[in-house]
């Protein structure tokens, strides 16, 4: 069944102005292009297509807000780090994306996704700065676990929280497999404040 069944999309945004109204709460999804963040919206949610997976990456320079009911939603942050974006266009994301974590209010938590092969990069680095204009809890998805034998996926868990420390949680995820699933779900809950108390994931594993 999917996890919020009211899911839909709402507005892109390439403007602030264009944002919808900052009340309630809100979980944004950042990550590179290419790292697997549609793919884990849609595993997470449970619907098969409704953040577009990306077909020619870094094309998207728009936010998109999804409403997942009541006044709770779901943005979707354009990708990172394509090479062949031009200078001026990358320059405009970083302003829009700086003022979208800079001034939204309803912004409760950041899920980031990195491709668990890659590891963080200094754009990953530089938006965990942003984000933490504000506090803010940060989840970390290591995408595409199903690429890595265990002792890689393991290594890349451990590399990750010894950098972050106790700046995010992080877990390992699969959107084709399914690994980490219901943990990333139940993150999510926790991030929107659909639970009265947090419980935070251990970092240490990425089982369910
Ligand atoms: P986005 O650009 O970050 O939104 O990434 P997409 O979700 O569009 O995925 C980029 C590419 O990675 C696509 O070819 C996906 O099929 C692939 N991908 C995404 N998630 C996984 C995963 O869990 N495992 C593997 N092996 N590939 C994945």
């Known amino acids: 069944?999917?996890?919020?069944?009211?899911?839909?999309?709402?507005?892109?945004?390439?403007?602030?102005?264009?944002?919808?109204?900052?009340?309630?709460?809100?979980?944004?999804?950042?990550?590179?292009?290419?790292?697997?963040?549609?793919?884990?919206?849609?595993?997470?949610?449970?619907?098969?297509?409704?953040?577009?997976?990306?077909?020619?990456?870094?094309?998207?320079?728009?936010i998109n807000f999804f409403g997942l009911g009541g006044e709770e939603r779901l943005v979707d942050l354009p990708g990172y780090g394509f090479a062949k974006v031009p200078v001026a266009m990358r320059q405009h994301w970083g302003e829009l994306i700086q003022t979208y974590f800079e001034g939204r209010e309803s912004l409760n938590g950041v899920v980031l996704i990195i491709d668990a092969r890659r590891g963080l990069t200094d754009q990953d680095r530089q938006l965990i700065d942003w984000i933490e204009t504000a506090p803010r809890q940060i989840h970390v998805l290591l995408t595409k676990e199903d690429k890595l034998n265990r002792n890689e996926a393991r290594q890349a868990l451990s590399t990750l929280t010894r950098e972050l420390g106790s700046r995010a949680t992080a877990q390992l995820f699969s959107a084709h497999s399914g690994s980490g699933l219901e943990a990333a779900r139940s993150r999510l809950r926790d991030l929107l404040g659909d639970r009265q108390k947090s419980t935070p994931v251990a970092s240490a594993t990425g089982a369910d």
């Not at 709402?10 to 109204?21: C, G």
């Not at 963040?37 to 577009?52: E, Q, V």
Request: aromatic residues 6%; glycine residues 8%; without cysteine.
């Open 1 to 62: 069944m999917a996890l919020y069944p009211q899911a839909e999309f709402l507005l892109s945004a390439n403007d602030p102005r264009q944002f919808p109204v900052d009340r309630g709460t809100e979980v944004a999804f950042a990550g590179r292009s290419n790292s697997g963040k549609s793919s884990a919206i849609n595993t997470i949610l449970g619907r098969r297509s409704l953040a577009r997976t990306s077909k020619s990456p870094g094309q998207t320079r728009l």
